[in-house]
T-cell receptor, first 113, second 114 residues
Framework: DQQVKQNSPSLSVQEGRISILNCDYT??????FLWYKKYPAEGPTFLIS?????DKNEDGRFTVFLNKSAKHLSLHIVPSQPGDSAVYFC????????????FGTGTRLTIIP | DTGVSQDPRHKITKRGQNVTFRCDPI?????LYWYRQTLGQGPEFLTY????????KSRLLSDRFSAERPKGSFSTLEIQRTEQGDSAMYLC????????????FGSGTRLTVV
């Protein structure tokens, strides 16, 4: 079962505009949601997270919004920069037990100069 | 300490051969994870160690797969009698267990089975 879903495989955004990446989940037991950025031939790099008891977390150009009733979260990047071009993964984590991450399938973001 | 190291970065093997990958976690991290990422998918959890104890294995980890973490330091993942379906990126991550902020991934080992 796909507990974390990213329904948009790809997204293209002009440089300087806002990028919005979406993620849906089904597992209500997640305590945190995390966004990772991945370049080809590299491991995922942690970007930003949000606790399940919050609805917004901001870090510089990156903001994550959580709507628990809709089981939906989104990552906003503004302004978008060429270096933001990468694959972005949403992941859920439960603090209970082994703290394994459950990832979505990823969204490839391309920033157009 | 420069983070999580994985070796080799790339491995091409013939079907039916055995392969072994190594992961060196961040030294003070007691938790170590293996994930597998196939094309078009996100990383999928394979197994988890706390110190030297293997505490969870995914059903993705068939009996051809074995992982060890002797003395709670580095870890190895061995695949016996490789199949073409084993072709993937194998990612190792380590954590201090104090929350997700300490979760660090290595660069992965890309396995191609021909």
């Amino acid at each position: 079962d796909q507990q974390v879903k990213q329904n948009s495989p790809s997204l293209s955004v002009q440089e300087g505009r806002i990028s919005i990446l979406n993620c849906d989940y089904t597992n209500s037991m997640f305590d945190y949601f995390l966004w990772y950025k991945k370049y080809p031939a590299e491991g995922p790099t942690f970007l930003i997270s949000i606790s399940s008891i919050k609805d917004k977390n901001e870090d510089g150009r990156f903001t994550v919004f959580l709507n628990k009733s809709a089981k939906h979260l989104s990552l906003h990047i503004v302004p978008s920069q060429p270096g933001d071009s990468a694959v972005y993964f949403c992941a859920g984590l439960s603090n209970f037990g082994n703290e394994k991450l459950t990832f979505g399938t990823g969204t490839r973001l391309t920033i157009i100069p | 300490d420069t983070g999580v190291s994985q070796d080799p970065r790339h491995k091409i093997t013939k079907r039916g051969q055995n392969v072994t990958f190594r992961c060196d976690p961040i030294s003070e991290h007691n938790r170590l994870y293996w994930y597998r990422q196939t094309l078009g998918q996100g990383p999928e959890f394979l197994t988890y160690f706390q110190n030297e104890a293997q505490l969870e294995k995914s059903r993705l980890l068939s009996d051809r797969f074995s992982a060890e973490r002797p003395k709670g330091s580095f870890s190895t993942l061995e695949i016996q009698r490789t199949e073409q379906g084993d072709s993937a990126m194998y990612l190792c991550a380590s954590s201090s267990g104090t929350g997700h902020y300490g979760y660090t991934f290595g660069s992965g080992t890309r396995l191609t089975v021909v």
